[in-house]
């Protein structure tokens, strides 16, 4: 599954490990087997949706800072604000304005990407586009603190 050695016997060691330490848990009179694949397929998706929310939250913090770097503060709160309101729309829709706003995609390639009729991208797109717009106007999400 990993096509890395160092990997996969890190994940063999954390399924070994969690048998271990679940081992009341497991009905006599099941496959062994099929219990520790089981076991080892969970830690396995749980390391790729870690691994998501770690490339998605490290592509925020460097548009982030790239939006700081230009020096002018109120082009940098704008971009701040944007990202966060991106981030706080649901995956499907970050996802969608994500692939065709940022990287280009048509609307046939986003829907070949998602498995989806072109109609439903344009749909999708379309709500997507207004929720964010929702949330630029209105100010929710946006996060106020007290300074003293």
Same mark, same amino acid.
Do not use: F
């Given at each position: 599954?990993?096509?890395?050695?160092?990997?996969?016997?890190?994940?063999?060691?954390?399924?070994?490990?969690?048998?271990?330490?679940?081992?009341?848990?497991?009905?006599? $009179? *099941? =496959?062994?087997? &099929?219990? @520790?694949?089981?076991?080892?397929?969970?830690?396995?998706? %749980?390391? #790729?949706?870690?691994? !998501?929310?770690?490339?998605?939250?490290?592509?925020?913090?460097?548009?982030?800072?790239?939006?700081?770097? $230009? *020096? =002018?503060?109120? &082009?940098? @709160?704008?971009?701040?604000?944007?990202?966060?309101?991106? %981030?706080? #729309?649901?995956?499907? !829709?970050?996802?969608?304005?994500?692939?065709?706003?940022?990287?280009?995609?048509?609307?046939?390639?986003?829907?070949?990407?998602?498995?989806?009729?072109?109609?439903?991208?344009?749909?999708?797109?379309?709500?997507?586009?207004?929720?964010?717009?929702?949330?630029?106007?209105?100010?929710?999400?946006?996060?106020?603190?007290?300074?003293?």
């Amino acid at each position: 599954m990993l096509r890395d050695p160092d990997a996969a016997d890190d994940l063999v060691q954390s399924t070994l490990e969690r048998a271990l330490a679940r081992w009341r848990l497991r009905r006599d $009179d *099941g =496959d062994l087997k &099929a219990w @520790l694949y089981t076991i080892q397929r969970n830690l396995y998706c %749980d390391m #790729l949706r870690a691994r !998501q929310r770690a490339a998605h939250a490290t592509t925020i913090a460097q548009a982030q800072s790239s939006a700081y770097a $230009d *020096g =002018d503060p109120e &082009a940098a @709160l704008i971009a701040r604000d944007a990202l966060s309101r991106l %981030d706080a #729309l649901p995956e499907e !829709q970050r996802t969608l304005l994500l692939l065709v706003g940022v990287e280009d995609l048509s609307y046939a390639q986003a829907a070949r990407a998602l498995g989806v009729p072109v109609g439903t991208i344009m749909s999708r797109l379309s709500r997507a586009r207004a929720a964010l717009r929702r949330r630029m106007e209105s100010g929710s999400g946006a996060v106020l603190r007290r300074v003293k």
